[in-house]
């Protein structure tokens, strides 16, 4: 298994551009999501899924949408730049048992990102 | 707003000392979990602790768990350079199925 794959590792845009950070899964995973990691400030979720055709907002999804057609892929679209979402983005997957989920994160390698 | 808040915020220690963090949260929680990141690398789980739970041990790593004082500790036994690293810990919020919430992470620098 490759387990959470993500890519590209590093990216530069321009301020405005837009440009699609992808990820996938080989688990089989129900749950996917998005974090952005800030210096001093952890980890913040952008948007999850809990299936195909299912997408939320998490704390923080100004900016970025997302979709989810198949249950492997959970790409995270940034539609115009800007340089505040410059920051580290890691996508995660976990398997989902109700009533809710006891089940570890995986996630993957993370996305470099700087807006310029 | 972060749920998880861990304390303190850097610790430096010695090869073979014990490290302890701790991690206060907000909300009622189904369970706690503990994360590792190297630098420059993505998170890796270590430890899962339940709401029911009061102690869970793996390897060299225990967890407390007080529902009462909204508080979780890590201790990390017999510190190794290679433990250096940011520990954060992740609450899954009874209401916020599904979803981790994380604190600000603690850096552990183990010195040989």
């Known amino acids: 298994n490759a387990g959470v794959t993500q890519t590209p590792k590093f990216q530069v845009l321009k301020t405005g551009q837009s440009m699609t950070l992808q990820c996938a899964q080989d688990m089989n995973h129900e749950y996917m999501s998005w974090y952005r990691q800030d210096p001093g400030m952890g980890l913040r979720l952008i948007h999850y899924s809990v299936g195909a055709g299912i997408t939320d907002q998490g704390e923080v999804p100004n900016g970025y949408n997302v979709s989810r057609s198949t249950t492997e892929d959970f790409p995270l679209r940034l539609l115009s730049a800007a340089p505040s979402q410059t920051s580290v983005y890691f996508c995660a997957s976990r398997a989902l048992a109700a009533p809710s989920s006891y089940n570890e994160q995986f996630f993957g390698p993370g996305t470099r990102l700087t807006v310029l | 707003s972060q749920q998880g808040e861990e304390d303190p915020q850097a610790l430096s220690i010695q090869e073979g000392e014990n490290a302890t963090m701790n991690c206060s949260y907000k909300?009622?929680?189904?369970?706690l979990q503990w994360y590792r990141q190297n630098s420059g690398r993505g998170l890796v789980h270590l430890i899962l602790i339940r709401s029911n739970e009061r102690e869970k041990h793996s390897g060299r790593l225990r967890v407390t768990l007080d529902t009462s004082k909204k508080s979780s500790s890590l201790l990390i036994t017999a510190s190794r350079a290679a433990d250096t690293a940011s520990y954060f810990c992740a609450t899954d919020a009874v209401d916020s199925w599904g979803k981790l919430q994380f604190g600000a992470g603690t850096q552990v620098v183990v010195t040989p």
């Open positions: 909300t009622s929680i189904n369970n």
